[in-house]
């Protein structure tokens, strides 16, 4: 089996491509798929850095990687908003549990 060994370029476009898609992803509040293709982008990442070109290709990148990091803290944004909007959830679900038991504790 052949290995194809992609240029930086590519693989750093590629690296946005999935970095637009978790964001997508993020906006659906699919947390599964962006776990998925957080995976996928690591393995990615992990070939760029390796890659026997990349210390001379890092200037030709950057603005790709930096369309990544841009991408990035709107994803995470997205997520914070929405693990607190659960959270708010579980304190309002303990909350009105523990009334509950507050309440029936007067009637027994």
């Known amino acids: 089996?052949?290995?194809v060994m992609l240029?930086?370029?590519q693989y750093a476009k590629k690296i946005l491509h999935l970095s637009q898609?978790?964001?997508e992803m993020s906006y659906k509040q699919d947390w599964n798929a962006c776990i998925e293709l957080e995976e996928q982008r690591q393995t990615v990442m992990d070939a760029l850095f390796e890659h026997q070109d990349m210390p001379q290709a890092l200037e030709e990148i950057?603005?790709?990687l930096e369309q990544v990091l841009f991408i990035d803290s709107?994803?995470?944004?997205?997520?914070d908003e929405a693990?607190?909007?659960e959270m708010d959830k579980i304190k309002e679900s303990?909350?009105?549990k523990k009334?509950?038991?507050s309440y029936h504790s007067h009637f027994e």
């Open 99 to 101: 009334a509950a038991q």
């Open 7 to 9: 240029s930086p370029v």
């Open 74 to 79: 709107e994803s995470l944004y997205i997520c």
């Open 94 to 96: 303990k909350n009105r």
């Open 83 to 85: 693990k607190q909007k």
């Open 21 to 23: 898609h978790m964001q």
């Open 1 to 3: 089996m052949t290995t």
């Open 62 to 64: 950057a603005g790709i």
